[in-house]
């Protein structure tokens, strides 16, 4: 087994490194407090700021306008970003995801008209599962898509979209026929341009530049040519997409939990109390061995789940463990990294409070940590608790 990176990984990592630190590191506070990827046009500048590094179309095919690489590469690319920003993490993860999904569509004509666009970086994706009743079980979405002449009719609500309010596309999972259940959803690709719907900002705890929104389809008509999958088509299409999401979902936590890792050492060795380094009390000692063995499992757990995804074997299970595994562990692990520093730990004054805050969000989306430890438990078990 080779742990190593490649030349050409750690040359993207290494370069990718020096971008954050001149163009991210010194302006992040005041990035994440003025919220500045709620501006398409500046989020649109870090995406093709990042695209050389394959941060939105990293494992896209070449053809397609993307950068062709494997997932690994991807993933370290991701948890590079996050160790910095990972609300920046967060928007690129999106629109890679979504593009993958666009690429794996049948439809010719969607992936010559949109996805070189969406891998440069010049139009922004969002996904649309979520409704406000609908959540952790999508089965029975409410938002219909009723075909009428040359196209749908998309009518409904979806909430906590990631990029939504700056979105240009949105790939909108809907119903033909509510009556139906999981067996009549489908998903289209709205174009806001052609065919416009509304956003409502959500605010909340973390991720603050992190644009999350409601939306709203009112009598919206999308052509027929957007059709990803066919009302009825079901949500099978998804699964692949939730294997990348989870596992870009994990490795940002791995992302985080490194930056609270390495704050809290460096803050450990300079602090004094009782005339002695912190670092050489025997209880911080025990959260730095928490904070680092919690990490590296997590790093191994997500690792594997991309070397599964290079193999192209499917990995529903093993990207929800390293989902539900190293989310949980970086909200553990970032809160540790604020007891250490103690009172400065809790204070805007210091980073610390951002990253808990950041970490405590990759719980819930892609699959709450409950709904990760299902599909495991059900690979085991062969039973399942959930439909
Ligand atoms: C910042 C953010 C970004 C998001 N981005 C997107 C996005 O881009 N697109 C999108 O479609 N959605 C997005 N979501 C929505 C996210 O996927 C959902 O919030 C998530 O799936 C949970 O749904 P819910 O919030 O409705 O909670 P619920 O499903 O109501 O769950 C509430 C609680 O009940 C638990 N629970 C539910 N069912 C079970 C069960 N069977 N057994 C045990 N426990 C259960 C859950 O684990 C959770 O603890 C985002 C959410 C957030 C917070």
């Known amino acids: 087994m080779d742990f190593s990176l490649t030349w050409q990984q750690q040359t993207v990592v290494d370069q990718l490194e020096k971008f954050l630190k001149k163009e991210v590191a010194p302006y992040v506070e005041e990035y994440d407090k003025k919220k500045i990827l709620r501006d398409p046009s500046k989020l649109k500048e870090f995406f093709r700021q990042l695209q050389p590094f394959g941060a939105i179309s990293g494992p896209i095919p070449e053809e397609y306008g993307g950068m062709g690489l494997d997932y690994t590469s991807t993933g370290l690319v991701f948890q590079k970003i996050a160790e910095y920003w990972a609300s920046l993490a967060g928007t690129c993860l999106i629109q890679v995801a979504g593009a993958r999904l ?41 938002t219909t898509m009723k075909k009428e002449g040359t196209g749908y009719r998309v009518n409904g609500q979806k909430t906590w979209i990631s990029n939504g309010s700056v979105s240009d596309l949105a790939l909108v999972v809907a119903t033909g026929d509510r009556s139906l259940g999981p067996k009549g959803l489908g998903i289209i690709l709205v174009d806001r341009r052609e065919s416009p719907y509304g956003t409502r900002e959500l605010e909340k705890l973390g991720l603050k530049a992190f644009p999350t929104s409601e939306m709203s389809f009112e009598e919206v008509f999308v052509p027929e040519e957007n059709l990803i999958v066919t009302p009825g088509g079901g949500m099978r299409n998804l699964g692949r997409t ?51 063995s919690r990490t590296e499992a997590s790093y191994l757990l997500v690792m594997r789940a991309f070397w599964l995804m290079d193999s192209g074997i499917k990995c529903e299970a093993e990207s929800s463990l390293a989902k539900a595994y190293s989310t949980e562990a970086a909200v553990r692990t970032t809160r540790e990294c604020m007891q250490i520093m103690g ?37 085991l078990l062969g039973l399942a608790a959930f439909a």
């Open 343 to 379: 009172g400065y730990g809790y204070s805007e004054e210091y980073p610390a409070e951002r990253l808990y805050r950041d970490a405590s969000m990759q719980t819930i989306p892609d699959g709450t940590t409950q709904i990760q430890q299902m599909i495991v438990a059900r690979d």
């Open 242 to 292: 939730f294997e990348l999401a989870r596992s870009l979902m994990s490795v940002t936590s791995v992302g985080l939990a490194r930056a609270a890792l390495a704050m809290a050492v460096c803050y450990a060795q300079e602090r004094e109390q009782w005339g002695k380094k912190i670092g050489s009390h025997q209880l911080i000692q025990e959260m730095i061995y928490n904070m680092k």
């Open 102 to 142: 666009l690429a794996e569509s049948q439809n010719k004509g969607i992936i010559e008209k949109y996805l070189p666009e969406v891998c440069a970086g010049n139009l922004i994706l969002c996904s649309g599962i979520t409704e406000p009743n609908v959540g952790s079980n999508p089965a029975y979405i409410t």
